[in-house]
């Protein structure tokens, strides 16, 4: 399991295809950010399981880059 987190091509295609879709009109997880930010009126808890569904592959993502950089540093 350890490897497969820490797999940043993994991540990368999780995030450009799970985390992304669906595409049209626009990405679904940018949709759900700009529902949060707008106050989350009517949100419900299928609401935030999908938002951790999409949202997660990005935030592994991020998380590999980030400690990238501090093993660089």
């Not at 626009?26 to 299928?46: D, F, S, T």
């Amino acid at each position: 399991m350890k490897e497969i987190i820490n797999d940043w091509k993994l991540m990368l295609l999780m995030s450009f295809t799970l985390g992304l879709t669906p595409f049209l009109p626009e990405p679904h997880i940018v949709g759900k950010i700009r529902w949060i930010m707008g106050g989350a009126n009517g949100m419900q808890l299928m609401d935030c399981g999908d938002f951790l569904m999409h949202g997660t592959p990005w935030i592994l993502l991020i998380r590999i880059g980030i400690l990238k950089l501090i093993k660089r540093a």
